[in-house]
């Protein structure tokens, strides 16, 4: 019997420090858990405000050829009163371009950059008839 209380608080004695091993790698765990979530969180949020601007830039291209085609047939006076300064503040870096395929088609073109990111256009195109009246 007095060998077995020997060896008992030096089993005791090799246990020591488990449970805060056991502790250190559960917090490891967690937090690799954590900074998964945060990472995806940070790549949702991209995604959406890429989406977005794509939106905006759009709703912008399609506005002006809805406004040309409203002004009647005479889309160059249109292009000439375009502020094409105004879109720097609906996009971060935006661009506003007019270009003409042919007589009666005209493609708008809007494009933004964000800071550290790649550059992205719009186009969206249209024919502009006249419209005479009998």
Known sequence: MLSAKKTMPRRLSLQQGSVLIESLVAVVIFSMGVLSLVGLQS?????????????????????????????????????????????????????????????SMITVTVGWQLPGGNHHQINASSYLFDVMAD
């Open 43 to 103: 790549a949702m949020l991209k995604n959406s405000n890429d989406n977005r601007y794509r939106a905006e830039a759009q709703l912008i291209a399609q506005t002006h050829l809805a406004n040309m085609m409203a002004f009647g047939g005479d889309a160059a006076t249109y292009v000439s009163q375009v502020d094409r300064n105004r879109i720097k503040t609906q996009l971060p870096n935006g661009t506003l371009t007019f270009s003409a395929i042919t007589n």
